[in-house]
C-alpha cells in the first residue's frame, strides 16, 4: 500500500509548516497588514485545501499503482518490446 510510510517527516518540520499556517490564517481572519476575511472564508480555504490534499494524495497512488508494471500483460508487453529493441540493433563483426 502506497500513503504514510517511514521515514515519517520530522517533527520539526511539521511543527514549522503548522504554525506558520496558524500564523497566516490568524493574520487574515484578525486583519495584520490586509482587510481582514474572517472565521467563514478562513475555514473555506483550509476545507478547499484538504480536499485538494486528499484528491492529489488519491491520485499519487493510482500513479504508483499504475506504474508498478506487475500485471501479466504489462510483462508480456515488455517482453515484446525488449525483443523488438534486441532484434533491431545492428551486428558488429
Known amino acids: 500500500m502506497i500513503g504514510w510510510q517511514r ?6 518540520l511539521i511543527a514549522a509548516s503548522e504554525t506558520t499556517q496558524l500564523i497566516g490564517t490568524l493574520a487574515a481572519v484578525y486583519a495584520w497588514l490586509i482587510t481582514p476575511i ?4 478562513a475555514l473555506l480555504v483550509w476545507v478547499y485545501w484538504l480536499a485538494g490534499f486528499l484528491a492529489n494524495g488519491g491520485f499519487t497512488i493510482i500513479a504508483y ?7 501479466p500483460q504489462e510483462a508480456a508487453h515488455l517482453a ?3 525483443g523488438s529493441l534486441v532484434s533491431h540493433v545492428p551486428r558488429t563483426r
Not at 521515514?7 to 520539526?12: E, F
Open 7 to 12: 521515514p515519517w517527516p520530522s517533527w520539526k
Open 38 to 41: 474572517g472565521w467563514r472564508y
Open 65 to 71: 499503482a499504475l506504474l508498478q508494471h506487475r500485471g
Open 80 to 82: 515484446r518490446v525488449e
